[in-house]
């Protein structure tokens, strides 16, 4: 009954994507780069979530809201067009700030939204976490109903960083730096919270398998519903 799909279409989603724009998201042991190929696995998340809210927080060692909760995916794709490394300070990673800001967003949106089902964070980085507070976001995570993901971008061969000035990027002793996808700390922080990592590199791409899980949140919810409402509570409504 048209009742019923308007109960579906309401139990709408918010998602926010967390996108790790420090330096070495420029390496190209994934082509064309990392952050390039991050940029198009975004493109086919936010088409395959047309009708959710979706949000973009850019970080490095701090975090910045790119583009707010929107329902607008033309807006979304221009905003994903723009992502590069010098959109931030290039002082290392920290996931803390980009949770921590994430967190406020999706919840200032509830409180008002009584329409929103379920709120999802996507952690997209390297994994090269250097953070200390991560663990404070998480627990506040972990005690909301918000799903946790996290992709890692990158390859366990790595490779080097190539700065804007065309050079590679150098330790304090001369040293090419070789920057390698470190899944632990991305494992860590989805499990911590009861989530899910998934994994862009050399050998796989799992986003079609990540796609498949938020997907999987709204069928939950919905079936939740229809087993416990009549046609009539629907109607009412």
């Known amino acids: 009954s048209s009742a019923a799909s308007d109960v579906y279409k309401r139990q ?24 390039e190929k991050v940029k198009f696995e975004m ?28 329902y607008d995916k033309n807006a979304l794709n221009l905003f994903i067009e723009t992502l590069n490394t010098s959109l931030v300070p290039n002082s290392g990673t920290d996931f803390g700030p980009a949770l921590e800001l994430s967190l406020s967003k999706l919840e200032d949106e509830t409180s008002n939204n009584k329409e929103i089902n379920s709120k999802v964070i996507i952690l997209i980085s390297d994994g090269e976490d250097f953070g200390e507070d991560t663990e404070s976001s998480l627990e506040q995570i972990k005690s ?3 799903k946790l993901f996290s992709v890692g971008i990158g390859s366990t061969k790595g490779s080097k960083i190539l700065l804007r000035n065309g ?26 919270t009861g989530g899910k990592y998934f994994e862009i590199s050399d050998k796989i791409n ?32």
């Open 206 to 237: 799992e986003t079609d398998i990540l796609i498949t899980q938020i997907s999987s949140i709204e069928a939950v919810s919905y079936t939740h519903l229809r087993a416990h409402e009549t046609e009539a509570d629907l109607v009412c409504r």
């Open 43 to 70: 493109k086919k998340i936010i088409d395959q979530f047309s009708s959710d809210r979706i949000g973009i927080i850019m970080f490095s060692s701090e975090a910045y809201v790119q583009c707010p909760l929107t």
């Open 12 to 35: 709408g989603k918010d998602i926010m994507i967390l996108v790790d724009l420090s330096e070495s998201m420029n390496a190209d042991d994934i082509k064309p780069t990392r952050l």
């Open 144 to 146: 909301s109903s918000i």
């Open 167 to 192: 050079k590679f990027k150098k330790d304090n002793e001369g040293n090419d730096v070789v920057t390698k996808l470190n899944s632990n700390s991305l494992e860590e922080t989805a499990s911590y």
